[in-house]
């Protein structure tokens, strides 16, 4: 005799990447931002360098401002020379634009 309840596993018919779920989850939850914000700063030995990283004390955003506290003078003047071209390293990095300004402190 068959059973009249028959399950499915609770798949959906159509199969999607794990990016794509992982994407969902980010949006669904509305942790986008925070991810954002997150993978920025796990990134920023990675873009700028050891050199930049060692001398950088503290990394905060808020909004689309990022703040960077130096401990180098002239590290801070020579970066102030290169703000719009680290903002576009770290926005090309995560490929969509979350930085719009940058302040170091």
Not at 35 to 47: D, G, L, M, P
Not at 84 to 101: A, F, H
């Amino acid at each position: 005799m068959k059973s009249k309840y028959t399950y499915n596993g609770g798949r959906k018919s159509e199969t999607i990447s794990l990016k794509e779920c992982i994407d969902n989850l980010l949006d669904a939850y509305k942790l986008r931002g925070k991810y954002n914000e997150t993978h920025i700063i796990n990134s920023w030995e990675r873009i700028m360098g050891k050199a930049i990283a060692s001398r950088t004390t503290k990394l905060l955003i808020r909004g689309e401002k990022m703040y960077v506290e130096l401990n180098s003078a002239p590290l801070k003047q020579e970066l102030n020379l290169s703000k719009s071209k680290i903002i576009k390293l770290l926005n090309d990095d995560l490929g969509v634009e979350v930085i719009k300004e940058i302040n170091f402190i």
